[in-house]
């Protein structure tokens, strides 16, 4: 089945401690992207990869770190969380070469920072 | 800068009736999309749309596009219940995708 899965799907944390929240595809898809979801913000793009080891930062990047290694994954950094990374956390992907973008998009990670 | 703006954000309607959420987004772009949430789950596409013009539906919904007013439409025809969820346009080109903040639809029997 295609998706995108990630992992955890909740998590509680407590201020300054290093978290990852891992991101896996198995489309093939070259893009890949993470987004954090708020009350009243919608959905804000916070990194983005185009390819293999080609990141790029999107909206809302500080504080956050990614890394693409590998097609597949694309795991989402917090060096040092803090209160305000509080928030609902997606993954998405996509192919380019059809022309269009359609995302995909993960089950969502939950995130509590205290 | 690219902005997109949704309204409205939130909208309760009787099951049967007809409305319409607006998508406006504030440059020129490639492509739109329209995307479902349902509380607690992900995001679920429900359109892309390509070009001036295009019109896509499916169901009891059916998604728009005028590229020279910069403006996107979703229309409800005769509202059930299961519509009930969270609506979001997105705008963008192939690296970056812009989120309106939602419309929140909540159909009542």
């Known amino acids: 089945e295609a998706q995108v899965t990630q992992n955890p799907r909740y998590l509680i944390t407590v201020t300054g401690k290093k978290l990852t929240v891992t991101c896996s595809q198995n489309?093939?898809?070259?893009?890949m992207s993470w987004y954090r979801q708020d009350p009243g913000l919608g959905l804000r793009q916070i990194y983005y990869s185009m390819n293999v080891e080609a990141t790029d930062k999107g909206d809302v990047p500080e504080g956050y770190k990614v890394s693409r290694k590998e097609k597949r994954n694309f795991p989402l950094i917090l060096e040092s969380p803090s209160p305000n990374q509080t928030s609902l956390y997606f993954c998405?992907?996509?192919?380019?070469?059809?022309?269009?973008?359609?995302?995909?998009f993960g089950q969502g990670t939950r995130l509590t920072v205290v | 800068e690219l902005k997109v703006e949704q309204n409205p954000l939130f909208l309760s309607m009787q099951e049967g009736k007809n409305y319409t959420i607006y998508c406006n987004y504030s440059?020129?772009?490639?492509?739109l999309y329209w995307y479902r949430q349902d509380p607690g789950k992900s995001l679920e596409s429900l359109f892309v749309l390509l070009s001036n013009g295009a019109v896509k539906q499916e169901g009891r919904l059916m998604a728009s596009l005028d590229t020279k007013a910069r403006l996107s439409t979703l229309h409800i025809t005769a509202a059930v219940h299961d519509l009930s969820a969270t609506y979001f346009c997105a705008v963008g080109g192939s690296e970056k995708l812009v989120f309106g903040k939602g419309t929140k639809l909540t159909v009542n029997p």
């Open positions: 998405a992907s996509s192919p380019v070469d059809r022309g269009y973008t359609e995302a995909f």
């Open positions: 440059t020129t772009s490639d492509r």
């Open positions: 489309m093939n898809h070259e893009y």
